[in-house]
């Protein structure tokens, strides 16, 4: 069996002992056949009806799924080296390309609730939390084995970006409710 398949067949079939065996290893080939497999498995889900459709679409995903994987590698080891780890951005770019494996078995619930097979388009809602829940886990995961760090700050390091966020919307929201009530007396 080819290497590079074996490699994709090990992480989706055991994922963390596959991050663990390999965390030295760059993914470079499996990553750019993930998110190619990713990007054509979301097109599928838009129910193009011709292949020039199919294609375009899989090319976008491509192109917005690698420059999305950029931007939160980029941050993400950001705020690792902030907290002073060594870092790992490219690394952690293949590595989480490969944590978004999992959506290709949305694929099957896309085709049913396509066909309106009743039971399996009331689960895909369900289907799709669980694969998304399981992608973050990944993701955490992917993070402490790369930085060689605990459970608890891989979460931080990965919900850090989503916090801060956050807390500038909470203070643009404070700011506006404060000048409304100021600009209202």
Known sequence: ????????YRYLTHPFQTILE???YRPKREFFSVVALVSIAEATQLNVYNIRGLILFSLLFFVFISFFLFIQSVVTDFIA????LQPQSLKLFYWFGLTLLPNVLLVPKGVFSFLGIGFFSG???FLALFITAF???LQVFTIKTLYKTSTSKGALIYLAPVLS???????????GVLIAVFFLR
Do not use: A, E, P
Not at 165 to 175: D, G, I, K, Q, Y
């Open 81 to 84: 080296q902030w907290l002073k």
């Open 165 to 175: 966020l956050c807390f500038l919307v909470f203070v643009c929201v404070m700011m």
């Open 135 to 137: 992608v973050i886990v």
């Open 123 to 125: 689960l895909s809602g």
């Open 22 to 24: 390999y965390d030295d």
């Open 1 to 8: 069996m080819n290497k590079q398949v074996y490699f994709i």
